[in-house]
T-cell receptor, first 112, second 112 residues
Framework: SQQGEEDPQALSIQEGENATMNCSYK?????LQWYRQNSGRGLVHLIL?????REKHSGRLRVTLDTSKKSSSLLITASRAADTASYFC????????????FGQGTELSVKP | SQTIHQWPATLVQPVGSPLSLECTVE??????LYWYRQAAGRGLQLLFY??????ISSEVPQNLSASRPQDRQFILSSKKLLLSDSGFYLC???????????FGDGTRLSIL
């Protein structure tokens, strides 16, 4: 079954608001990664959080990881119209040789 | 710096025709290489991954095959395309180990 499941499937906010996306997974992981995909393009890696880390920041992005709940969240602060994209979590599960299992994604729309 | 090239960007093929999609990576050696397929509005499905020349693993049984004739070249092929092969195909590379993946811009394949 799919390792990563994301919530919500779609999110629509106004510019300047914060956007929070959640990801749940089922098995032990080495790390969890977040990617962004603009329509019709390839994915772009945003941030990687290792299983022994609880929080990580990169610019306006904040990622948390709770291994006891097998969940992660991505927070985008002060969103901009240019943040409009699909966001995917991907898990690097233990014993899988570095292969990633992607969730179905959250489609974020930021209205100006 | 490393770059990944994937072509063609779009392809329209009749049912039963052959397929060859090519992906090359520059600026790194011995990368892990991946082929994914993405259905509309969905997450990524891993098709093949390779940790070296002649080391290719298939994740999903289907009428597709992959080859790695050179260290930084990964080819996705089919002898006879099916309607169900339509989709968005993405190539990616990563450094060995639990590392982020870097994606090409994808090929939109339509089967008529």
């Amino acid at each position: 079954s799919q390792q990563g499941e994301e919530d919500p499937q779609a999110l629509s906010i106004q510019e300047g608001e914060n956007a929070t996306m959640n990801c749940s997974y089922k098995t032990s992981i080495n790390n969890l990664q977040w990617y962004r995909q603009n329509s019709g393009r390839g994915l772009v890696h945003l941030i990687l959080i290792r299983s022994n880390e609880r929080e990580k920041h990169s610019g306006r992005l904040r990622v948390t990881l709770d291994t006891s709940k097998k969940s992660s969240s991505l927070l985008i602060t002060a969103s901009r119209a240019a943040d409009t994209a699909s966001y995917f979590c991907a898990t690097d599960a233990v014993g899988q040789g570095g292969k990633l299992i992607f969730g179905q994604g959250t489609e974020l729309s930021v209205k100006p | 710096s490393q770059t990944i090239h994937q072509w063609p960007a779009t392809l329209v093929q009749p049912v039963g025709s052959p397929l060859s999609l090519e992906c090359t990576v520059e600026g790194t050696s011995n990368p892990n290489l991946y082929w994914y397929r993405q259905a509309a509005g969905r997450g990524l499905q891993l098709l093949f991954y390779s940790i070296g020349i002649d080391q290719i693993s298939s994740e999903v049984p289907q009428n597709l095959s992959a080859s790695r004739p050179q260290d930084r070249q990964f080819i996705l092929s089919s002898k006879k395309l099916l309607l169900s092969d339509s989709g968005f195909y993405l190539c990616a590379w990563s450094r060995p180990g639990n590392q982020p993946q870097h994606f090409g811009d994808g090929t939109r394949l339509s089967i008529l």
